[in-house]
């Protein structure tokens, strides 16, 4: 069987296909975004705990509209810092003078300026 397309219509359906395939691969790479979660089945036992005296503090950026905080996506992250010993907070105010007296660790992660 052959098609007859006209030659001046080429270049336009290649377009379409390409403009399909672009939006195919961009909803396929949102859906991956999407799908970063934690696993709620990861086993975070501390079978020798480090700071069962002494618990250090570490704070988990919050304040600078992350990706990655303790209460979301470093949620097994921040759990297995706690099973060791260490205080876990969320730091939830941007960086000052003195807003980090007393932490002995920071984690930031996937920061932003804005809301994007």
Same mark, same amino acid.
């Given at each position: 069987?052959?098609? !007859? &397309?006209?030659?001046?219509? &080429?270049? *336009?359906?290649?377009? +379409?296909?390409? #403009?399909?395939?672009?939006? /195919?691969?961009? +909803? +396929? %790479?949102? &859906?991956?975004?999407?799908?970063? /979660?934690?696993?709620?089945? *990861? $086993?975070?036992?501390?079978?020798? /705990?480090?700071?069962?005296?002494?618990?250090?503090?570490?704070? =988990? !950026?919050? %304040?600078?509209?992350?990706?990655?905080?303790? !209460?979301?996506?470093?949620?097994?992250?921040?759990?297995?810092?706690?099973?060791? #010993?260490?205080?876990?907070? %969320?730091?939830?105010?941007?960086?000052? !003078?003195? @807003?980090?007296? #007393?932490? $002995? =660790?920071?984690? /930031?992660?996937?920061?932003?300026? @804005?809301?994007?």
């Amino acid at each position: 069987m052959r098609l !007859d &397309i006209p030659r001046a219509s &080429i270049p *336009a359906l290649v377009a +379409a296909a390409g #403009g399909v395939v672009f939006a /195919v691969t961009m +909803a +396929a %790479a949102s &859906i991956q975004y999407r799908d970063q /979660v934690p696993d709620p089945t *990861a $086993d975070l036992t501390v079978v020798h /705990v480090t700071y069962a005296d002494a618990h250090p503090l570490v704070r =988990v !950026d919050a %304040a600078h509209y992350n990706f990655h905080t303790a !209460d979301k996506r470093y949620r097994p992250f921040a759990e297995l810092l706690r099973n060791d #010993g260490y205080r876990v907070e %969320a730091n939830t105010e941007p960086f000052a !003078d003195h @807003s980090l007296d #007393g932490v $002995d =660790v920071l984690v /930031v992660a996937n920061c932003y300026r @804005s809301r994007h």
